[in-house]
């Protein structure tokens, strides 16, 4: 049970019930999955995750993924047997959970002690997250929009650029688009094709949302909000701030950011409403997941 905290910012705490653990997406039910469904016109299924292997770039401060063949042909040609002719190759996958196209768990990040919906920052051990790990979110299955604002701006974003609210709503508009409770927002900046062919990536500048249009997505009850670049805020942060986005979207509203995406191939459809289906791997007490998001046309 959680104790009682004063918080004077706008926030979701206490709006599903002080033992809640899966936040906005308690936005996406039955309704929100049967009006997705009916987005469907084509069945083309499109991919949004990365290709994952040991030259995913990561942050200087994680660990790249590590790949070891646990069984392999090497084995057989040894002498290993073959029963009927049988063979059969295994492997082993060691990674940092935020790589590639990944989740931010609810646990993921906080400040003042204080997690979503006030769980104390003394739920996050050793061992992993005994409150608000990746294991506590629903699969989503939504309505999906995507916010081109490559399209909006005629080009790629800068690094620092800042997307604003503005931004996203005269992309909405350009489309004939609004946000309804339970969607899935995408925002396209084209950062991520932009790093292509790089041997080093600077996670330090990024464009993204500022603070403004993060809290004005989360008041719009967004279940998720996504970006084709690793903080999904613009990088650095304003004067004064640190993770002002990932504050008030994960440890005010409790919804999880979707990071590393990879927008191209939906872009290219022309599709800016579609159904959205992801779910993360359920590893309890994790702080994220590498995942494979799909819109399905």
């Known amino acids: 049970m959680t104790d009682t905290f004063t918080n004077t910012r706008p926030n979701a705490w206490g709006r599903w019930g002080p033992e809640d653990e899966a936040g906005a997406l308690n936005h996406v039910g039955p309704d929100q999955v049967r009006r997705a ?44 047997r073959r029963p009927g002719g049988w063979s059969v190759a295994e492997d082993t996958v060691v990674l940092p959970l935020h790589l590639g196209t990944h989740i931010d768990a609810l646990c993921h990040g906080w400040c003042d002690e204080r997690m979503f919906n006030n769980y104390r920052e003394t739920t996050m051990r050793s061992n992993g997250a005994t409150r608000l790990g990746v294991e506590k979110m629903p699969p989503a299955v939504t309505r999906g929009l995507l916010i081109d604002v490559v399209a909006l701006r005629g080009r790629p974003l800068t690094n620092t ?28 900046t084209g950062w991520l094709a932009q790093q292509k062919g790089k041997k080093l990536v600077d996670f330090n500048t990024e464009p993204g949302i500022d603070h403004e249009a993060g809290l004005w997505l989360a008041q719009q009850d967004v279940a998720i ?73």
């Open 37 to 80: 469904a009916g987005l469907v016109r084509t069945g083309q299924v499109v991919r949004l995750a990365q290709i994952l292997s040991s030259k995913t770039p990561v942050p200087p401060h994680r660990a790249g993924l590590q790949h070891f063949m646990g069984r392999d042909g090497g084995d057989y040609a040894a002498g290993q």
């Open 161 to 188: 650029e800042v997307v604003t609210r503005a931004d996203i709503e005269a992309c909405l508009k350009q489309d004939g688009l609004r946000i309804e409770a339970g969607d899935v927002i995408l925002i396209h």
């Open 225 to 297: 909000i996504g970006a084709d670049n690793y903080a999904v805020e613009v990088l650095p942060f304003a004067e004064g701030t640190v993770f002002p986005v990932h504050q008030c979207v994960i440890r005010d509203f409790g919804i999880p950011l979707l990071e590393g995406l990879l927008l191209e191939p939906l872009v290219a459809t022309g599709r800016r409403e579609f159904l959205f289906v992801a779910a993360a791997l359920p590893i309890e007490g994790a702080t994220g997941s590498p995942l494979t998001p799909l819109a399905i046309l």
